[in-house]
DNA sequence: AGGTTATTTTTTGTAAAAAATTTAAAATGG
DNA sequence: CCATTTTAAATTTTTTACAAAAAATAACCT
């Protein structure tokens, strides 16, 4: 562990614990099934337990955790399998959530889609572009869609499938596909196209779920 | 509160906490908005902070709660919108849970699905019908196609959709339309129609909605 | 070896201190 | 004098440190 970040900005420890965990996870810093001890990253961490449980306990109710009950917390076996898993879930759910934005978004959402999208593109096309801030865009550009759906607890759902992968993912679309698609899909939503908006986004995760095995059968054979 | 249950067969007090507090909600006994102090209900249940706080996690994470750091925690406003949102979501992810199981389910699942339904036509057809054993056996037959549909993350979505809602609604489908579309529902999946399967599906939770809407707007005119 | 009883380790729960927020009261300035 | 800001008090949340309970491990004894 030893982490050497600042540690500020976080309300609370508990937060901060649960964000050192995720980057932790997210870079495969512990294998899957691994057992983790409270008690070793209280002290880690320089925190007692009580932050350190409930940072576990988040982090259990995203799915990256399993903990049984006097029996400690493990590391989620999240396989090959499950990853494009989520692929196919996510394709399920944002597409539907797609759909409904068609129906119900408003103009001051379109503008601000229109807003994200452009410093999408000025991003993308930086001679060396900024991964961690055009993820962060692409986050963005998502969830105005989803929260535009109008629907709290399926954009609460697609959260959750955004966060129950350990492993970073993006990227493995390349930037201009992705960059079409999201014009596209501004547009299918402006002209209330409910049945494109729905397939543009279908076709814009699954393409990437397609890529990511690709990926994955190539880093495999090696 | 002042709950007289004997308090055992839970494994944790965290567990107890949670269950006490998720019937209180269910029964109706916070008003939405209203603010839930931890130090009380500690007291009210006799225990100390921790195990109630981390109840307290578990029912914000299904959405029942809100919680903001060092605010406290609220009791989530979920209006008559929010429960006719919850069917809308439940139609998506469920119909299309049905979809995949339809392509995946074996014949032990099947098996399995026709002994749970014909415990259901049973206690249906009783005399005086047991409530209570009449939903447990319409959660199980449902979650055994979920599982069915081989996506861990899917599944536990559609658990979320069926936590999220604080007032228990089901009874709304009169029993005679639940049995036919569970029969309807088994055939699709026997014959592997997906497309069956999904409408089906859709169509026996948007019939929910639509009583429920229907129950909400006789009881809004009184 | 097999099984039972200590020992140790780890999780869970308690009590109280510390930090933060809200509420109330006092002070300040127009 | 009233409104606004400051200061202080009281709640409430968050964290700590430690005790109790449960499980895992080691030791022991036929």
Redesign the interface.
């Known amino acids: 562990m030893a982490e050497k970040e600042p540690a500020p900005r976080f309300?609370?420890k508990s937060?901060y614990a649960a964000s050192v965990l995720r980057r932790a996870l997210a870079e495969g810093r512990y294998a899957a099934g691994e057992r983790l001890m409270a008690t070793q990253l209280a002290r880690d961490l320089g925190f007692s337990m009580?932050p350190v449980?409930?940072a576990l306990?988040?982090l259990a109710?995203d799915?990256l955790l399993e903990i049984a009950?006097?029996r400690g917390v493990r590391v989620a076996d999240i396989a090959d399998d499950?990853l494009v898993?989520?692929y196919?879930?996510r394709a399920?759910?944002e597409s539907?959530a797609a759909r409904?934005a068609a129906a119900r978004i408003r103009p001051e959402e379109i503008a601000q889609l229109r807003r994200v999208h452009r410093q999408f593109v000025d991003a993308a096309s930086a001679r060396d572009p900024d991964v961690a801030r055009l993820r962060e865009l692409n986050e963005e550009f998502h969830f105005i869609i989803y929260a535009a759906a109008?629907?709290?607890?399926?954009r609460?759902?697609i959260r959750?499938?955004w966060t129950?992968s350990p492993r970073d993912t993006f990227g493995v679309l390349p930037l201009k596909t992705a960059r079409d698609d999201h014009g596209a899909l501004i547009e299918a939503l402006e002209t209330r196209d409910g049945d494109r908006a729905e397939d543009v986004m279908r076709e814009h995760i699954e393409e990437s779920a397609k890529l990511l095995r690709l990926f994955k059968k190539s880093k495999r054979k090696h």
Chains 1, 2 share one sequence.
């Not at 109008?150 to 399926?154: D, F, H, N, R």
Request: net charge negative.
């Open positions: 309300q609370t937060a009580t449980r409930e306990m988040q109710n799915g009950p006097h499950d898993d989520t196919v879930v399920i759910v539907a409904l109008g629907s709290p607890l399926l609460r759902m959750t499938a129950s």
